[in-house]
């Protein structure tokens, strides 16, 4: 399982809003921190409002916000929100569908594995990755 550059540049924002759940992140702030381009920045943030995991505040005081507490905003959410998250595994080689009749040498460990990512993913929360000191 890879995931996309819009994958990352969600998880370095929200992981960075939620250093400081209080304060207000503007655009330009997210952008000057971690000097993500400005338009993909823009693309994303709408992206992750309309997923209801942010809210826009308009005005001269606005920026960004959680809309959920930290603990009910999983990795898989935040996924799902900018490219889709797949609750099922995927075949080793990238085909659509595994050949389930002739399967691989590598299935049975690549369908575990996978399945243990997709757990993982599932179950922690941007309040678990809170407590980490994280850097940028």
């Known amino acids: 399982m890879t995931f996309s550059k819009t994958t990352e540049y969600a998880l370095r924002v929200l992981v960075l809003m939620a250093q400081d759940t209080d304060k207000m992140y503007t655009?330009?702030?997210?952008?000057?921190?971690?000097?993500i381009p400005k338009k993909y920045l823009q693309r994303l943030l709408t992206d992750l409002s309309k997923s209801k995991?942010?809210?826009?505040?308009?005005?001269r005081s606005g920026g960004f916000i959680?809309?959920?507490?930290?603990?009910?905003i999983f990795?898989?959410?935040?996924?799902?929100?900018?490219?889709?998250?797949?609750?099922?595994?995927?075949?080793?080689?990238g085909f659509?569908?595994?050949?389930?009749?002739?399967?691989?040498?590598?299935h049975d460990v690549w369908?575990?594995?996978q399945e243990k990512l997709i757990q993982v993913l599932k179950t922690t929360?941007?309040?678990?990755l809170q407590k980490k000191k994280v850097t940028f």
Not at 53 to 59: D, E, F, H, T, V
Not at 125 to 128: A, F, I, Q, W
């Open 53 to 59: 995991l942010i809210k826009s505040i308009q005005g």
């Open 27 to 35: 655009s330009a702030l997210l952008h000057d921190e971690l000097n």
């Open 75 to 93: 990795l898989s959410d935040i996924i799902n929100a900018v490219e889709g998250f797949s609750h099922e595994p995927t075949c080793f080689f």
């Open 96 to 106: 659509d569908k595994c050949a389930l009749d002739n399967p691989c040498a590598m």
């Open 111 to 113: 369908v575990q594995s």
């Open 66 to 72: 959680f809309t959920k507490k930290l603990e009910k």
């Open 125 to 128: 929360s941007l309040k678990d």
